[in-house]
């Protein structure tokens, strides 16, 4: 998982490089570097941490010339190092490669090219591309790059630049998102579209087994046996703005409150005009067959198996069908009981996550009809999947998801509700009741962000503590993982969600005095059994901060502090109740001086198994 970069041009390429990677940084940090060829040779530039370190070592001595490609690194083979930070070159220095992926075969072929005399420099899978290259070219740089790919095995986007044809690029990929971005006497190639959106709004996305030789006035595309391929030009229509931080001091506070538009957004365009059902118009299959799968999974990672957690309560509840969640890393080591009969919907804000394409792509081995409900418009996952659902939030860029989750919940309730119409399991009037309530749900997200005071009071409060939990149940508990998960990787803080009813079996063991509870409280058919969990904890001396709906005047008399979202169906108030945890997080990772959008040891994008 990495972000690459790649200019060819009469600009300087390290203007581009530069600005490029650092659109990139939420893809990896760990290290970073350039290689730019000044017209007699290439020079190549590296720096362990984050990009920040790389322009500080160059910027009294930056590299000259119009050809170039960077590179920041999410370490998978070999630590962070300047050494294992890309680009990698071949002996000669002449080939030079950058690199997102992992190359598996890469020991055998180490040790092959080791055998024919080349010195490896770093403990990188990536190197052996930039010898293996070497090795196989006889004057003919496109004819080398395809041997190289019939040679390698594994997920890659590629990047080549050659001393010996200083007029072009090659680049290619598989399984690992690559754009080319259209300019006017220049090109720019890029992991992802932020990084290009500055300069153009033309692009190419590549797909898998596509090579690209990209030039100042031309990109000629063509497939592995180096047959030409006709691409559309894609026209990103994303505002440049909307890829960066919009005046907020942090992507992720940014993401937090543009959850109103995201949402509504969202669900704009899939209610009909009388208001009474729910239209999906992008699924192609007929209602008939939607409804005709005897089993369903929801696949996915992270918060966003979070949000499948969801998905299940809804699509059961008001479809009566029945669903298993899984984990993507999971799922697919189990020997899932999966043929044409089930029905797979995976979820993936980006839409590259390993794990999840793989599930994918297994499923779909075995016979299952896929769904993906995804954000990123032309990724991995959504070209794999047999339908597309988008969720309309825009670039997602802190680390800690956000907006996405809200997106993904609205989706999956509008595909059960959907579902619901066509089996007749509510009636046209509650189905009538919850779009009413959906379509307030946008501004009722608003009301709940325009007070964050007393969050940030309880951040401040309890944000040092060292561990907290958070409870409930229904679908409050599902709420609870979500913003557990949150608080736990921006902030740092050990931090558990637990059934309510769990507590006893386990956990309540670690309640001592002064321990923060969060206690979500809104499922009003478990309300009484939630409270009475939450005597437990307080009985222990626990400080519970309750999450209740507005009109709930019986959780205060038991907590130490509430926090009120606005009043909804309890199936749409998960949509609520996740706002105040996202922004207790985020002002918990403030107070411990954390850095908000990019988290230790994670990566937005997670493309490696
Ligand atoms: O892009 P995806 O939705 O497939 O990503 C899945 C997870 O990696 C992601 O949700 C991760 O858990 C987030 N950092 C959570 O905030």
Request: proline share 3%; net charge negative.
């Amino acid at each position: 998982m990495c972000g690459i970069v790649g200019y060819v041009g009469d600009r300087e390429a390290v203007e581009f490089l530069l600005e490029g990677l650092s659109k990139l940084e939420y893809r990896g940090y760990d290290s970073a570097g350039i290689a730019v060829y000044d017209g007699s040779v290439v020079r190549v530039e590296k720096s362990v941490g984050r990009l920040a370190s790389l322009k500080e070592k160059i910027e009294d001595d930056m590299p000259k010339g119009c050809l170039g490609i960077g590179h920041t690194r999410w370490a998978t083979h070999g630590r962070p190092s300047d050494r294992n930070a890309h680009p990698h070159t071949d002996c000669t220095g002449e080939f030079v490669v950058v690199h997102n992926g992992i190359i598996e075969n890469y020991l055998a072929l180490k040790e092959e090219l080791i055998e024919q005399g080349h010195a490896f420099k770093s403990e990188t899978d990536t190197e052996v591309v930039a010898h293996l290259l070497e090795a196989v070219y006889h004057g003919d740089f496109e004819a080398a790059v395809r041997e190289v790919l019939r040679r390698i095995e594994g997920s890659y986007s590629l990047v080549f630049m050659s001393k010996k044809h200083p007029d072009r690029l090659i680049c290619t990929k598989k399984d690992n998102p690559l754009v080319i971005g259209l300019g006017d006497g220049e090109n720019f190639i890029a992991s992802d579209i932020p990084a290009i959106i500055q300069r153009t709004r033309r692009t190419f996305i590549l797909n898998d087994g596509e090579i690209a030789v990209v030039r100042k006035d031309s990109v000629d595309i063509m497939d592995r046996q180096g047959d030409p391929v006709t691409k559309k030009v894609f026209e990103v229509n994303w505002n440049a703005e909307a890829a960066e931080k919009g005046g907020y001091e942090h992507f992720m506070l940014k993401e937090i409150h543009e959850q109103p538009k995201a949402v509504r957004d969202t669900m704009s365009q899939r209610i009909s005009k009388d208001g009474k059902e729910i239209v999906l118009e992008e699924l192609k299959w007929t209602p008939e067959f939607l409804n005709s799968f005897n089993k369903i999974y929801i696949v996915a990672c992270g918060t966003a198996y979070h949000a499948g957690l969801v998905g299940k309560f809804y699509i059961e509840k008001l479809a009566r069908v029945m669903v298993e969640v899984d984990l993507a890393s999971e799922f697919r080591y189990r020997n899932p009981i999966v043929d044409e009969n089930t029905l797979l919907i995976v979820v993936s804000q980006s839409g590259e996550t390993s794990d999840t394409l793989a599930a994918l792509k297994e499923s779909r081995r075995l016979g299952a009809k896929t769904l993906a409900l995804t954000n990123v418009v032309g990724s991995s996952i959504a070209r794999e999947a047999d339908q597309v659902l988008y969720t309309w939030a825009g670039p997602e860029i802190a680390v800690a998801s956000t907006k996405a989750y809200t997106t993904q919940l609205i989706l999956f309730f509008m595909l059960a509700l959907y579902m619901a119409e066509i089996k007749g399991t509510q009636t046209p009037e509650r189905v009538r009741e919850l779009i009413d309530l959906l379509k307030k749900i946008p501004a009722q997200i608003s009301e709940t962000l325009s007070d964050v005071e007393p969050i940030k009071t309880f951040a401040r409060k309890y944000g040092f503590n060292e561990d907290v939990f958070y409870i409930g149940r229904s679908l409050d508990y599902d709420v609870a993982l979500e913003g557990s998960l949150k608080l736990k990787e921006i902030s740092y803080i050990h931090a558990e969600a637990y059934a309510a009813g769990e507590l006893k079996h386990g956990t309540l063991a670690l309640i001592v005095e002064g321990v923060p509870v969060i206690a979500l409280a809104t499922q009003k058919s478990v309300y009484e059994k939630t409270l009475s969990n939450i005597k437990e904890v307080k009985a222990r001396d626990a400080v519970v901060i309750g999450i209740a709906a507005e009109g709930d005047e019986e959780l205060q008399k038991y907590v130490d502090h509430v926090i009120k979202v606005p009043e909804t169906d309890e199936l749409l108030i998960p949509l609520l109740t996740v706002v105040p945890l996202q922004l207790l997080a985020y002002f918990a990772a403030i107070t411990r001086g954390c850095d908000v959008d990019k988290p230790r040891n994670l990566a937005k994008s997670v493309t490696v198994e």
